[in-house]
């Protein structure tokens, strides 16, 4: 869960999607057990994940694998 920050200066709570609370998962598990995962994913499903967001570290990393794939 994210907090966000109104105009006023109260906090909101934002619940995180998805993508977020599965890429945490991933990135936060040892390194082999998430590497199994991301080899079993579908192509489509990675890139879904790093065009959700607007990060220039995921569009960076979305580049990368389309080298890759080529």
């Known amino acids: 869960m994210r907090l966000r920050i109104r105009a006023d200066g109260a ?17 936060e598990m040892p390194a ?20 959700s967001r607007n990060d220039p570290y995921y569009k960076f990393a979305l580049l990368l694998l389309q080298r890759a794939q080529k």
């Open 11 to 27: 906090a909101q709570q934002q619940q995180a999607d998805w993508r977020d609370c599965f890429i945490r998962a991933v990135v």
């Open 32 to 51: 082999d057990w998430g590497m199994a995962i991301i080899k079993a994913m579908p192509q489509e499903m990675v890139n879904e994940l790093l065009q």
